[in-house]
């Protein structure tokens, strides 16, 4: 595990934020009619637009790079969805839009899950419950904590709601490459684990499903699906650890 410096955090604070204005802009921008392509293309050119680059196209998989900007990931997707030119959005239908930058050599990386037009109440509670159990990791990202304090807090409030937690993908350090140590899974036991310290910086990324946690990848060799065909939500953030407290990097 690699500490940042004052230095390389503040590169990273500027990748992350553009990180999250395009997620803040998509969300104007994701409706019934769109295809998932439009939103690829949308992040791509506002990455470049920032003389950034795009830190998921070309990322090597299993037989062939990762061909997109962003993973566009819709209903029981859980993950690494391909955009395509055919994937057309419906109202009722939910997406997960996960998206990374390189700016001078450091990485930014979050997630947002997106209601398409008018969503069923079982959906809004899972964007609700997951966005919450974020929110609860990163409240435990603190100097002195352990990183099973991050994973049972994500846990807790996921599994007391009713739904479970991806446990074959997890979050994962951020720097000088898009995923470093530590692995930071979404269910643990508290007090556990690596002990957080000033300077670590963290893509926390719960991955929340409907239904049992348990997953499959399509043939594409990409895109990570429920295995139930039950839906699945996405939220990350970019943190890095400070001697007061926390900082999400990728918060516009």
Known sequence: MELKTAKEIEKMRTAG????EILQKLSRIIKPGITTKDIDIFSEKYIKSMKMMPAFLGVKGI?????????????DEVVHGIPSDS????????????????YEGYYG????TYAVGGISDAAAKLLKITELSLQKGIE????GKRLGDISYAIQKIVEDAGFSVVRDFVGHGIGRSLHEDPQIP????????????????????PMVNAGSYEVCILDDDWTVVTKDGGLSAHFEHTVAITESGCEILTKV
């Open 186 to 205: 979404n269910f643990g036991r508290a007090a556990a684990g690596v002990k957080l310290l000033p300077g670590m910086v963290l893509a926390i990324e």
């Open 17 to 20: 934020r553009v990180v999250g």
């Open 140 to 143: 435990q990202s603190l100097s």
């Open 63 to 75: 037989s062939y790079p990762f061909p997109a900007s962003a993973c566009v990931s819709v209903n």
């Open 87 to 102: 994937r057309v959005l419906k109202s009722g239908d939910i997406v997960s839009v996960d998206m990374g930058v390189i």
């Open 109 to 112: 990386d979050a997630a947002m």
